[in-house]
């Protein structure tokens, strides 16, 4: 149960460090998250059913979570809809295109090849297939962000979060700062959504109800533990932060909760963490848990 926890935390990692680039550096409230993780579960798993190569299925999924996020981007900055609802219309429209994808509510993978089908995978020990592949595409993942933070746009990127008056001044087109970051944002989610299906066997289309939650939960909880760190080293406590929050929910079903209380629980744990500051203090723990890291910019 353990290295299964371990594993199921490092794959939904992908969504946490997804969601970090919107909500922490590009201070924005992304509720197309919803929509995408299905769009890109659909995707793939309809696509090797079809016969195709499991790894063009998962890249096929980041075009199609990719594709959302421009929609959104444009929306808000070209159609000037606020924010929230630009990506509600967005989850919204996907429930459709989901269900015209797998041709009906769910489709599966059984007798199919995935990416966790291979002789070297099989020839680990149960669930340490799923902790190698998290590992792998988690860390490649952080890799390319950390480095993509450091050029140029990467900073644009950093700087249209951070204060878009002051980045607009500087000459940066802060509207497509936006929907670049909404698009690399819901492909990786999309892509996330592939390989969470590809473990799980199957694509559904209501897997998607509580991912932001879940996603949050990863970024908050990683702060939380954390306190202040570095943009590169918030990275990957959001990381740390899945795989802590996939082990305080086995804690949670040991004590005898029904796996349909999983969303109540989700937002329960993300509840108490976004309160800790603010219980520290009024406790006198200010100095058992560090502050810094709840803020909203990526300091």
Known sequence: MIVSSIGQGLLWAVLGVALFLTFRILNFPDMTVEGTFPLGAATAVTAISHGLSPLIATFLAFLAGGFAGLITGLLYTKGKIPILLAGILVMTACLSINLRIMGGANIS????QTVFSNHFLESLPKYFDSVFIGFIIISII????????????GQAFIATGDNPVMARSLGINTDNMTIMGLMVSNGLIGMGGAFIAQSNGYADVNMGIGIIVIALASIIIGEVVFGELTLN??????????ILYRFVLLTVLQLGFSTNDLNL???LILAICLMLPKLS???GLDHVIQKG???????
């Open 142 to 153: 952080t890799i390319l962000l950390v480095l993509f933070l450091q050029t140029e746009l």
């Open 233 to 242: 080293q918030r990275l990957i406590a959001v990381t740390l932060g899945s």
């Open 265 to 267: 629980l989700s937002a």
């Open 293 to 299: 890291g709840a803020g909203n910019g990526a300091k």
């Open 281 to 283: 203090a009024l406790l």
């Open 109 to 112: 993978l059984l007798g199919k």
